[in-house]
């Protein structure tokens, strides 16, 4: 982990990031880049739970020859601020992000986003101004126009004290990364991932103050509220072209629930790749090969 802003760091396979720290939206932020900051195609991600932006550390440094990638610490994550006297609903979360965007010089920009930090990205995409400025969408493991299917994610445990021990402790990490088994006994990885990812997330995880931000974040989770937002404006305000991009083995996001979730915004399309929901973890060169055909399609707009 690094504490100081341009900081450069080799990871454990040879992924080369840098480091940022910086103030925007009253807030401290850290997010993690590689590739050419003049590069005009810019890739950003934001990740899910529960993770850190160094979850997507595979695909920041992979597709670097073809984007300069940025990834976010969301609010309540990682090293970015983890104060709890701040509005957590994604709503909220979505609005403070353009004077992220700013403060990183970012104009227009390809958007990445997986589990709840999705919740995020598709709020965002009807911040005012925003559509425009999202050249394409890449939406992972998140639930469409049809209801999330069993196994349900506890969210009433997750936003709990309780729950925020749990994650201090590493055990929701744990199962959820396949070191432990979980209640309903579904793995959500179809493919182990590397241990030392999984160690470094549960370590920037488990930093004083973290587990009760990443508790907070689930203020305003609820899959029939999200069902009702995306029907209700959400996907109306996803003007630019979206892949639905799924891991095809995901116990609770199955098939079935996106046959047509494409219908539902002006430019949809739907791929799944035979993997978990970590895919990004579980088969990183798979996924960046999907991520980067989508960005570079020249039959869509830009």
Sequence with gaps: MSNHDGDVETLWNGDVITHRFFEAADLGWHAITAGDPENPDVVVFLHGFPETCFAWHHQVAGLADDFFTIALDLKGHGQSDTRLDSDYDYAAQAAELPAVFEALGLDRFFLTGHDRGTVIADHLCSVPGMAQ????????Q??????????VPPHDLFRSPMGAQLLSQGVIQRGAFGLDPLPHGLPMTAKPIAREDIDRIIEESTQPGVPEGMSASFVSAGFERELEDRMNGLFAGMTMPVLFLQGAKDPGQQRHEYETVTDEVANGHLQFLELGHFLHLEDPPVVNAAIREFLTRDDLPS
């Design 133 to 140: 400025r999202i050249r394409r969408y890449v939406r992972m």
């Design 142 to 151: 998140q639930s469409g126009n049809r209801p999330h299917s069993e196994p």
